[in-house]
């Protein structure tokens, strides 16, 4: 009776061994959905003008204007933002202490949206970054710049430009109406049909 029982035993353990092998030999496992992973909203923020990556910002030593960087910034409609995120770095061989920034422009409005540098002491090859907002009023070109002086005396400076244009024409509106002076032809009134001889 023991035999029965070890071979039998021995049985069970084939079988399982065999199930096993046969997962582990590449037996395709049924297909199971993996549940969708939610995504980020991809719809444009109002503001999405306003986040362009504006590059590196290098201080100039003579303690003046700086590098005299421009950047170009996106044209955009008026009345929205445009501007973007930039870094001030650190090429210098010595510690920059970031003073208060100064913000300036021609037309409109311009801001300091993010201001992660005023305060900060830059060990060299550091960075720190601000974010520039620009609002235009008017159509046409425009010009601002930002300056951040360093306790040390180096100045970070760049020199925005851009473009504002108007809204686009609303296509569903109306042609003008006629002004009173362009009133349409008529025939002429002082000629009247004289009638045909044995008509009456």
Known sequence: ????????LAAVA??????MTATACGEPEPDVPTPATPTANTEPSPTAKAD?????LFPGTDGGSGGGATVAVPTTQLDEPAGGTMELANDQ????????????????EISIVEDGCTGVTLQPQETCS????????????????VIAPTAEGPVFSVTLTGEAVGAAPDSTTEP?????DETPETPDETETPTPEPGLT
């Not at 084939?14 to 199930?19: D, E, G, I, S, V």
């Not at 362009?52 to 590196?56: A, F, I, Q, Y």
């Open 93 to 108: 061989q010595v510690p920059l202490t970031v003073q208060p920034l100064k913000a300036s422009t021609d037309s409109g």
């Open 14 to 19: 084939l079988l399982a061994a065999l199930a």
């Open 52 to 56: 362009e990556d504006l590059g590196k």
């Open 176 to 180: 003008p109406a006629p002004t009173p």
């Open 130 to 145: 601000v974010r520039v907002s620009h609002v235009a009023h008017e159509s046409g070109a425009w010009t601002g710049t």
């Open 1 to 8: 009776m023991v035999p029965e029982i070890s071979r039998g």
